[in-house]
């Protein structure tokens, strides 16, 4: 038996564990745990605005040199720039994403988010 604690993102790992194992888990001690609603943050904010712009390059139409030069030219931070470039394919010719953009924007932009909102 045993209690579990947890800060910020290991509060919901703690949480998550000890519902998973309520036979092994005493109790569940979180600091800073609870739901969170990432959409204010200023780093979710970057984030969303990066995704529209991956969102809005027409990769199909576009050679992987073309999207990289778009992305150097349009996304300020260098390391959301490289993993943006990282997840770019050549499809013979054309760019594709190697992650469903279009899904991912339409999520950022749903009423509760799923990547911006810890329930």
Not at 8 to 20: D, E, M, Q, R, Y
Not at 69 to 76: A, L
């Amino acid at each position: 038996m045993a209690t579990l604690g947890g800060h910020g993102f290991g509060a919901k790992v703690a949480l998550a564990t000890a519902i998973n194992n309520m036979n092994r888990c005493t109790g569940v001690v979180n600091f800073e745990g609870g739901p969170l609603d990432h959409r204010y943050y200023e780093s979710y904010q970057e984030l969303k605005s990066y995704v529209e712009i991956a969102a809005k390059m027409p990769v199909k139409k576009m050679e992987v040199s073309q999207c990289v030069k778009h992305i150097n030219d349009n996304i300020n931070c260098t390391k959301w720039a490289s993993i943006f470039r990282q997840n770019l394919e050549d499809k013979g010719g054309s760019a594709a994403w190697k992650f469903n953009v279009d899904a991912l924007m339409a999520d950022m932009n749903s009423r509760q988010p799923d990547v911006a909102m810890w329930h």
